[in-house]
């Protein structure tokens, strides 16, 4: 293997979930990548499938070029490498959190240069900027006030100001409607606020947005904001610091607001911007990755054999499978199966290649 990267458990929806998916599609054709996670969405993992190697992790001895890490390291010791890699994702300083840390990491790269500075603050380590990987997105255009937002129900996301924003945009006589992309509901509710559950469809989610929300704390990179903006979809967002390397200009691009929400300018809202053009900041991970081509998605059209567990209504085949009863599919649809438990490997080493 060439670049293996570590991520302990996938969530549903989230920036470094997107992160993950972006180099996938940016760089999985090019560059031999392997993603192990120890718990994760099967529908994360289905499309991190289509282009780069996803590989369970039972504490199996892996060797490789490159080796990345996020915030969870236990799995270095399994993993043999020429580089260990630690990525900075978030703003430790604002959340107050002192990294985890092991003598074998030989680079630190951040997402953003506030990720970076606040990290060598804690830490004292040197840290390179690599930004996050973007992919082309267009908007689908519409009318009204329509908020967006996608994101976790975490009191980091600032879940706490989305109820003080209604109110303010309620006191002002605002039509508005809010759909909220999230893995839970809020403990509020209101008339106007639709919550749907998490999708990892951005251009359809973000289509008829006037604007996308985003009230956080602190944000490493902040890849809600980056994907909108790309959409040419302004964004309502608090003044955290990495907005300004990202490009997020207020009145232009944005509305830029303090984290109390004391200058909520709603009539400029209403009255919404003019047109804006938007480029990321462009990312080095081309560089960044070990070189040498990808056999994975070869090794994916493989047709393995797989034993029916439990009686289930199969869509592709359009009828009921039967427990003990063999299928021969390829090896992405396998290990989908398997990891639902409703087939099991019949020949061990196809069970071996995929996890």
């Known amino acids: 293997m060439k670049n293996v990267f570590y991520f302990y458990h996938i969530h549903k929806i989230g920036g470094i979930e997107t992160f993950y998916y972006n180099l996938a599609l940016k760089y999985g054709k090019d560059h031999d990548i392997t993603i192990l996670y120890q718990d994760g969405d099967l529908e994360q993992i289905a499309r991190l499938s289509d282009y780069v190697r996803v590989k369970k992790y039972t504490g199996q001895h892996i060797k490789c070029e490159k080796a990345f890490f996020n915030f969870n ?6 993993i043999e490498a020429d580089e260990y890699i630690q990525l900075i994702h978030g703003d430790y300083k604002s959340m107050g959190i002192m990294p985890r840390r092991d003598k074998r990491i030989t680079k630190y790269i951040g997402v953003s240069q506030n990720a970076c500075d ?23 255009t519409r009318k009204i006030i329509r908020l967006v937002s996608m994101m976790r129900i975490d009191p980091m996301k600032g879940f706490n100001r989305m109820q003080l924003f209604m109110d303010k945009l ?10 909220i992309y999230a893995d839970q509901k809020l403990a509020y509710s209101n008339p106007r606020m639709e919550f749907r559950d998490a999708t990892l469809d951005v251009e359809t989610a973000l289509g008829d947005a006037d604007y996308l929300v985003q009230l956080s704390d602190s944000e490493g990179y902040g ?3 980056v994907e909108a903006l790309q959409m040419e979809v302004p ?32 009539a400029k809202i209403v009255k919404g911007l003019g047109k804006f053009t938007y480029v990321p900041p462009e990312d ?16 994916m059209k493989k047709m393995v054999s797989v034993r029916v567990r439990s009686l ?3 869509m592709v085949l ?17 290990m989908m199966l398997t990891g639902r438990g409703l087939c099991e490997y019949v020949d061990p080493k196809d069970k071996a290649d995929a996890i």
Not at 170 to 179: I, P, Y
Not at 284 to 299: D, F, R
């Open 284 to 299: 080095g991970w081309g560089k960044l990755l070990a070189p040498g081509k990808s056999t994975y998605l070869e090794q």
């Open 318 to 334: 359009q009828r009921e499978s039967i427990p003990g009863e063999i299928l021969k599919v390829d090896a992405k649809r396998a």
């Open 235 to 266: 964004v309502i967002v608090t003044d955290i610091p990495v907005l300004k390397e990202l490009g997020v200009k207020d009145g232009v691009n944005a509305f830029i607001v303090d984290h109390a929400l004391t200058n909520i300018p709603i």
């Open 223 to 225: 890849y809600s904001v």
């Open 312 to 314: 289930y209504f199969d």
């Open 73 to 78: 390291l236990e799995a270095i010791d399994t």
């Open 170 to 179: 309620n006191a002002a006589g605002v039509d508005w409607h809010w759909t």
């Open 118 to 140: 606040a990290f060598h603050e804690l830490t004292g380590e040197e840290v390179e900027l690599c930004y996050n990987p973007t992919r082309p997105l267009k908007k689908k």
